[in-house]
């Protein structure tokens, strides 16, 4: 577990998608059931190639209240 400056708990949720815009509905659907309060998003694009193919992974950590 997580605390805060404070000592409260805190969580996380972790998304990884394929593509940018399922990234998006999938946090802001998650955003949409919070009953808590938000602390904060991390997000991180990584890109690799397999042959001629570019792979991308989009993913957003979100940190809230427990």
């Known amino acids: 577990m997580f605390y805060d400056i404070v000592g409260d708990n805190m969580k996380v949720k972790v998304f990884d998608e394929g593509h940018e815009k399922d990234l998006e509905q999938s946090v802001n659907d998650f955003l949409d059931s919070l ?9 991180s694009v990584a890109i690799s ?5 570019q792979i991308y992974c989009f993913t ?4 809230y209240e427990g």
């Not at 009953?35 to 997000?43: A, F, G, P, S």
């Open 60 to 63: 957003a950590m979100i940190i």
């Open 35 to 43: 009953e808590t309060d938000l602390i904060d998003i991390k997000y």
């Open 49 to 53: 190639t397999c042959g001629e193919e």
